[in-house]
C-alpha cells in the first residue's frame, strides 16, 4: 500500500516536473532542439502548399482560396474560426481557449503577398516554390524539392510571400503542432486575426476592428512578420513607422508635343516635377519643408536603448553599396526615429525601347511618408501641400480643367492617403517583459530588442482602438527580397523561427 502510494505520488511530481520544464520553468532545450527539428522536416509539404496558392490581393478570388485554405489548417488545430466580413475581403479570426486560462493573447498574420512580375522571377513561377542553393560561382541553382528531407540551413525556398509573411504563417502552424506532441497547453487563451489585404495598406482593418472590438478583445498583440537584425540573432521589434501615401503630378501641354517643333517653347513637366521634388531635401537627405521634424527628439535614455542595437555601420553601407547615408540620423537606428519623405516611383514619358522625342503632357511621382508618433499625418501632408504651393503651383485634387490650365503657369495635382499611425511598446511592458523570457530560454542570450522598425505594418488600429500593447517577433531573413522579385526564405530561418513560436506557446503568462 505504502509502495503503490509512494509509486502514484512520484508519479504525479514527475508529471508536474515535466510539464513544468515544458512551460518554460526549467526549458530543456535539447528536447526543444530536437523537436523543433523533427517537426521542421514534417512541415515542408504545409509550406509548400502555402506557398503554392496566389495570393495577390487585387484578385479576390485568389485571396478566397487562402481563406478556405486558413480556415482548414487552423480548423484541424482545435481553432473555431469567424470571418469578419468587409467592404472587400474578409478578415478571418482564429480563437483556441485553454484550461484555467486568464489572459488571451492577440496573433497577427498576414496572408496576402505583393504583386508579381514572373519574367523577372529565376524559376517557372513565383508560386512553384522552388529549392535553392548556392553554388561555388555563387549563384543561386534549382535542387529536387525531395532534397529538402535533407536540407541545409543555408538553403533557401523562393516563393513570393516565402518571408513576407506566409512563411512565419506556416511556422506558427507548425509550432502549433510540435506542442500538441509535446503536451503543450499554453496557460493563455489564443485568439489569432489573419489580413489579407496588408499589401494594399489594409485599408478595411481600422473600421473592422472598431466594428468588431468585442470579439478581438485580448490582453496584448504579437505580430508574427519581418526580418530579424542583419546579424541574425533573436529579435524583438517594440514599434514601427506609421505610413501615408502621396501621389503628386505636374503639367505641360494637353498632349505630348513633338520636341523639335516646341522645344524651348512648351514647359517639360518633368523638369519642373523634378525640380519641385529637389527642392523638398537638402543634398545631406534632410526634408527642408519647415516643420517636418517638429517634436521629435532623442533623449539621453532613447540613445541608450537605440545604440544598444549591434549595427554594423560599414556592414550595412556594403550590402546597400553606398558609400555615403543620408544624414537625417547620425546612425541607422537614429534616422528610423524620424518621419521619412520617401519617392517610390516616377513617370513622365517614355523611356528605353519605347523611348520618342517629345515633351511629355504630364509627370508624376509617387511619394511615400513613414509616420511616427510624434507627428501627426494629416499636418506633414499639409505642410507638403503648402511647399508645393509656395513654390508657385496652383495645387489641386483633380486633373485640371482647361480653364486652369490656360491660367496658371504652374499646376500639381496632389492626392493623399493615410494608411495608418506609428506604434511603439515599452520594453518593459508585461508582453515584452514576457516574450524577452521566453526569447532568452530557447537561444541562452536576450533577444536584440529594437525600438521602433523603420518600417510599417498596420497594427495601430489595434493598439489604440482594443488599447493593448504590441510587439512584433520577426524570424525571417534580412536578405530576403521581400516586396521584390525572388523572394526568399532561408530554412535555418524557417526552423529557428518555428522554435522561437514553440517557447512563446510554453512560456507562462
Request: hydrophobic share 40%.
Amino acid at each position: 500500500m505504502k509502495s503503490s502510494l509512494f509509486f502514484k505520488t512520484y508519479s504525479v511530481i514527475f508529471f508536474l516536473l515535466v510539464n513544468l520544464s515544458l512551460l518554460g520553468q526549467e526549458l530543456d532545450r535539447d528536447r526543444l532542439d530536437e523537436t523543433t527539428r523533427k517537426f521542421t522536416a514534417a512541415s515542408f509539404p504545409l509550406l509548400k502548399d502555402l506557398l503554392s496558392i496566389p495570393n495577390d490581393a487585387f484578385y479576390p478570388d485568389e485571396i478566397e482560396k487562402n481563406i478556405q485554405w486558413c480556415e482548414k489548417a487552423f480548423a484541424q488545430r482545435g481553432f473555431g474560426h469567424t470571418r469578419i466580413e468587409t467592404a472587400t475581403v474578409s478578415l478571418l479570426l482564429a480563437e483556441r481557449k485553454h484550461p484555467n486560462a486568464e489572459k488571451t493573447v492577440l496573433i497577427y498574420l498576414q496572408i496576402d503577398g505583393q504583386p508579381v512580375d514572373s519574367t523577372r522571377w529565376f524559376q517557372e513561377s513565383p508560386y512553384t516554390p522552388t529549392l535553392k542553393k548556392k553554388n561555388a560561382a555563387g549563384d543561386w541553382e534549382a535542387l529536387p524539392w525531395s532534397s529538402i528531407s535533407e536540407y541545409q540551413d543555408d538553403w533557401r525556398v523562393f516563393a513570393r510571400s516565402a518571408s513576407d509573411a506566409k512563411g512565419p504563417v506556416a511556422m506558427f502552424l507548425t509550432a502549433l503542432d510540435a506542442a500538441t506532441e509535446l503536451n503543450l497547453s499554453p496557460n493563455y487563451n489564443i485568439k489569432v486575426i489573419m489580413d489579407f489585404e496588408e499589401e494594399l495598406g489594409s485599408p478595411q482593418l481600422p473600421k473592422a476592428v472598431t466594428d468588431n472590438a468585442a470579439l478581438l478583445e485580448a490582453d496584448m498583440l504579437i505580430i508574427f512578420d519581418g526580418p530579424r537584425h542583419i546579424t541574425n540573432r533573436p529579435t524583438l521589434t517594440f514599434g514601427a513607422r506609421g505610413i501615408a501615401t502621396v501621389q503628386l503630378t505636374t503639367y505641360g501641354p494637353v498632349v505630348p508635343q513633338h520636341s523639335g517643333h516646341f522645344g524651348n517653347y512648351a514647359p517639360n513637366p518633368a523638369l519642373r516635377l523634378s525640380k519641385l521634388l529637389a527642392s523638398m531635401k537638402d543634398d545631406e537627405g534632410r526634408v527642408t519643408i519647415e516643420g517636418f521634424y517638429d517634436g521629435i527628439s532623442i533623449d539621453a535614455e532613447t540613445e541608450k536603448i537605440l545604440k544598444a542595437v549591434p549595427d554594423d555601420e560599414a556592414q550595412i553601407k556594403d550590402r546597400l553599396q553606398i558609400a555615403k547615408t543620408d544624414q537625417v540620423g547620425s546612425y541607422y537606428q537614429e534616422s528610423i526615429q524620424y518621419p521619412s519623405l520617401n519617392i517610390r516611383g516616377m513617370q513622365s514619358g517614355w523611356i528605353d525601347e519605347k523611348v520618342r522625342t517629345i515633351i511629355p503632357g504630364w509627370a508624376r511621382a509617387e511619394i511615400d511618408v513613414r509616420l511616427v508618433l510624434e507627428s501627426d499625418p494629416n499636418r506633414l501632408i499639409q505642410l507638403i501641400s503648402d511647399h508645393i504651393q509656395n513654390q508657385g503651383f496652383y495645387v489641386i485634387d483633380r486633373e485640371p480643367t482647361k480653364e486652369e490650365r490656360l491660367e496658371h503657369a504652374k499646376i500639381a495635382t496632389l492626392t493623399h492617403e493615410i494608411s495608418y499611425q506609428s506604434f511603439r511598446t515599452d520594453f518593459d511592458s508585461e508582453v515584452g517583459l514576457w516574450l524577452t523570457r521566453a526569447l532568452t530560454r530557447a537561444f541562452g542570450e536576450e533577444p536584440i530588442r529594437i525600438r521602433m522598425s523603420g518600417g510599417s505594418i498596420p497594427i495601430s488600429p489595434f493598439v489604440t482602438t482594443l488599447n493593448i500593447p504590441a510587439v512584433t517577433v520577426p524570424t525571417v531573413n534580412r536578405d530576403n527580397n521581400q516586396h521584390s522579385p525572388n523572394e526568399n526564405l532561408r530554412l535555418g530561418n524557417y526552423r529557428e523561427g518555428i522554435k522561437t513560436m514553440i517557447v512563446i506557446l510554453a512560456e507562462e503568462l
